[in-house]
């Protein structure tokens, strides 16, 4: 008894251990984020496991699971922000319940806890799967992460071929967000769209778009950072206000602003174009 006790208690374990890490994996793929290294996969399964086999062995410590949740998505996905971080946390419970659920769906349907587990294992593995090979699911997520004024902010982006737009001083390419996305970063700014309320550090743009000509409050973040293809990259870019007529919550990317080439989703006939919102920006 003793013996098959230890064989139920490694394969539980076992189990538990693979799906923290598939859990895991796509949790970070729901998120938007790169996919972690697998010495921090290998240190979380390990915690998974070791935590599943002392709640076996002590019932009703339930704290201990969202101890290890936290602990593991810190592991692989803390370096990314705590904003990443957030994301993650959230997007990681919610790939964590679906292998329980569906092996107690199916341990309702008459299988056994090893098939059971099984299939929730393989079910989980093949919804990453399909997350990494369909670019159009879930790997064409593109979101932009600012920081400025001790203020971030996590927008919607899109690559937008029309966006020509530079800086005449520094030469860098120029990204535009809504006058909503702007007053998160500066709550003390509430009028941004008025030049006599501009932060210290703003400058102006002249631009031409297809509503005429303005000129928009322009700076330069802290930090901006572009999830593309799940996978997070660093620009160099200034950051310039729309007027009131933009209504959007995207942040429209120049492709300028892409580290390079090969971090594009595809080909340019693969961007999307900013459906008529703001075309074709450029300089007066």
């Not at 990314?80 to 946390?89: D, H, Q, V, Y």
Request: with cysteine.
């Amino acid at each position: 008894m003793g013996g098959a006790r230890m064989v139920h208690g490694e394969a539980y374990g076992l189990w538990n251990g693979a799906l923290c890490a598939v859990s895991l994996l796509l949790g970070g793929k729901l998120a938007g984020l790169p996919t972690p290294g697998k010495a921090r996969l290998l240190i979380c399964a390990l915690l998974g496991a070791g935590g599943s086999l002392w709640q076996l062995m002590n019932p009703g410590e339930g704290e201990l699971a969202l101890f290890l949740c936290l602990i593991s998505v810190g592991i692989c996905y803390g370096r990314e922000g705590l904003t990443a971080f957030a994301r993650a946390l959230v997007t990681t419970v919610c790939a964590a319940l679906l292998p329980g659920g569906s092996a107690i769906a199916l341990l309702g349907m008459g299988c056994s806890p090893a098939l059971s587990m099984a299939m929730a294992l393989l079910l989980t593995l093949l919804l990453w799967t399909l997350s990494a090979l369909l670019p159009t699911v879930m790997q064409r997520v593109q979101q932009v992460e600012l920081v400025a004024n001790g203020q971030s902010v996590l927008l919607p982006a899109i690559l937008d071929s029309g966006n020509l737009l530079r800086d005449s001083i520094t030469s860098m390419p120029v990204m535009v967000i809504s006058l909503r996305a702007a007053r998160v970063l500066f709550p003390e700014h509430p009028g941004l769209g008025s030049l006599e309320d501009l932060p210290v550090g703003f400058r102006l743009l002249s631009v031409r778009t297809a509503a005429g000509r303005g000129l928009w409050p322009v700076f330069r973040p802290e930090s901006c950072r572009i999830y593309l293809d799940g996978k997070a990259c660093e620009a160099k870019v200034m950051v310039a206000v729309a007027g009131p007529a933009y209504e959007g919550v995207q942040a429209l990317v120049p492709l300028a602003a892409m580290p390079s080439p090969a971090a594009l989703p595809g080909s340019p006939a693969t961007i999307q174009p900013v459906g008529g919102e703001l075309p074709l920006m450029s300089q007066k």
